[in-house]
């Protein structure tokens, strides 16, 4: 199976800052990867699809990037209502795998 | 209304079965690939299985192949998970939820956009 290992696995940040998230695939996934948000509690929520396609009524500050093995998501300016966890998953083959999350902490 | 709701988790011991069926509403279930994933509580989110539209197709983790069967019924608008043989690893929050399966330059994706709230299957002897 296709490991997803996402870095870091946890950071603090401030309203406002530009946070980035890593995803790096063990073998090549094209562009095959989606991004969810999960709050403590919740069911995870869409964010991206297809790398870089933002799902309908998701805020323009989430963008996602990469192909290949390496992969990002990117919140341009952090809100209140963004500290969760966030999961990569790949849907190149089967079985899908998510990567193991990263936490984003207010600091 | 659209939604996902699961029921049938609980406590099982191990060696043991359940079934878990998930109710949808407020959109035409039987266009729709679905699939389980599960959350171990406080720990990370890991993909179970998928089922096409029609139940022709599924695909299951490594970790349940053998042991869990995906099923539908689109008459009833209803996704099941048979699981079997259960072990204490499989203790975990299960999620169902549908994939919109966009397509973008003639390739099709996964994206998970409707999910349930989650059904708690607990192994203990």
């Known amino acids: 199976a296709i490991q997803m290992t996402q870095s870091p696995s946890s950071l603090s940040a401030s309203i406002g800052d530009r946070v980035t998230i890593t995803c790096r695939a063990s073998?090549?996934?094209?562009?095959?990867l989606g991004w969810y948000q999960q709050k403590s509690g919740k069911a995870p929520k869409l964010l991206i699809y297809?790398?870089?396609n933002l799902q309908s009524g998701v805020p323009s500050r989430f963008s996602g990037s990469g192909s290949g093995t390496d992969f990002t998501l990117t919140i341009s300016s952090l809100q209140p209502e963004d500290f969760a966890t966030y999961y990569c998953?790949?849907?190149?083959?089967?079985?899908?795998?998510f990567g193991q999350g990263t936490n984003v902490e207010i600091k | 209304e659209v939604q996902l709701v699961e029921s049938g988790g609980g406590l099982v011991q191990p060696g043991g079965s359940l079934r878990l069926s998930c109710a949808a509403s407020?959109?035409?279930?039987?266009?729709?690939?679905m699939t389980w994933v599960r959350q171990i509580p406080g720990k990370g989110l890991e993909w179970v299985a998928n089922?096409?539209?029609?139940?022709?197709?599924?695909n299951y983790a490594d970790s349940v192949k053998g042991r869990f069967t995906i099923s539908r019924d689109n008459t009833k608008n209803s996704l099941f998970l048979q699981m079997t043989s259960l072990r204490a690893d499989d203790t975990a929050v299960y999620f169902c939820?549908?994939?919109?399966?966009?397509?973008?330059?003639?390739?099709?994706?996964?994206?998970?956009?409707?999910w349930g709230q989650g059904t708690m299957v607990t192994l203990s002897s």
């Open positions: 939820t549908r994939d919109i399966s966009p397509e973008k330059s003639g390739i099709t994706y996964d994206a998970f956009d409707i």
């Open positions: 407020g959109f035409t279930f039987s266009t729709s690939w």
């Open positions: 089922i096409d539209q029609t139940g022709t197709i599924e």
């Open positions: 073998q090549g996934i094209r562009n095959d």
């Open positions: 297809g790398a870089s």
């Open positions: 998953l790949h849907d190149y083959v089967y079985p899908r795998t």
